[in-house]
């Protein structure tokens, strides 16, 4: 979630006009910082010291007429550490809170940013010689230069591969909007689109530490080896554990498109995103028309032509050079 789209969240949940999913939203997340829980990397339990002095500090600066003791009022804390994070605006508060650590002591590092629209990919050297490849419609952040910083720092929104140059002194954290990712060398590739219903890590070489915070504030933490993945729920605030059978995860970084069995539904989505298009379709059911097939560097045109041949009594059209409309029905 971008920081502008969290503050109207954070407003319409201090306004008492929110959604109950989006009340529960915001009071998990606040209840992470709430039980101040051991265990997180260093880096994430500084955020959390810093925002709980500030509101503790906030809260002495005003009576509270109930007479409540503030820890042990959980709304009252709620109440005060959204209101703060809208006053001082997230990115703010986290700029003056979240210093990055350095050999010379706390201060603040300069940050760079790269990202691409859909249908764009691109390759990001880091100061350290690491290596990140962006897919379509992602975007990430990174501090300019490692050498006097103790964490290497990267904050990712959609899809990404690392190659990460080893340094054992010097772990390289991710940071997502549910998920933390520490490696030390190794590649691998982080799935986590904001429209998406999960984050997912999976390993090619070396290891990596996948940790997150589950809805009751609880921290939990998988070691994963090569071919192995975690994948997080939003929905369920889980993390598992699973096997990667083959390498069709980073299809997108050889320029491989492969559907397998996918619905129209799911191959529209999956277009949209490569080729910076909008596909609509005409009706429900050609949704559910399904297509197993893989395509390597391939056109536009030579894509939506072979699905037109794939599936009897589907056809397209363009509304305009960026928006594809999908009619028809399925007849194979």
Known sequence: MKDHELRLLIKRYLDGTCSDAEREFVENRLQSLYRREEGTIEEESEVKKGIYQSVRKMARSKPVSTGRNFM???????????????????STFLYF????????GEQSMEWLAERTDWGQKSMVRLSDGSR???????????????????????????????????NPQKPFVIKTSNV???????SFNIKSYTPESSITVAVRTGEVEVRSISKEGETRSLNLKPNQKATYSYS??????????????????NDIIRFEN??????????????????????????????????????????????????????????????????GKCGN
């Open 72 to 90: 042990g009022d959980k709304k009252l804390w709620f109440k005060i550490a959204a209101s703060l994070l809208i006053l001082m605006g997230i």
């Open 97 to 104: 809170h979240y210093p990055i650590r350095t050999e010379q």
């Open 132 to 166: 990140v490849y962006l897919n379509s419609g992602s975007s990430i952040k990174f501090i300019k230069d490692f050498t006097h910083s103790k964490v290497r720092m990267v904050e990712l929104e959609g899809e990404a591969f690392f190659e990460v140059t080893e």
């Open 262 to 327: 996918s619905t129209l539904t799911e191959v529209a989505e999956i277009l949209d995103r490569w080729y910076g298009v909008h596909i609509e379709l005409d009706n429900q059911t050609l949704g559910n028309c399904r297509i197993t097939a893989n395509y390597k560097e391939a056109k536009l045109s030579v894509v939506l032509e072979s699905l037109k041949y794939a599936i009897k009594g589907m056809d397209y059209e363009f509304v305009d050079e960026k928006k594809i409309l999908f009619t």
């Open 180 to 186: 933390t990712t520490k490696v030390l060398g190794t």
């Open 236 to 253: 369920e605030q889980t993390m598992e554990l699973g096997q990667v059978t083959d390498e069709s995860y980073i299809d997108w970084k």
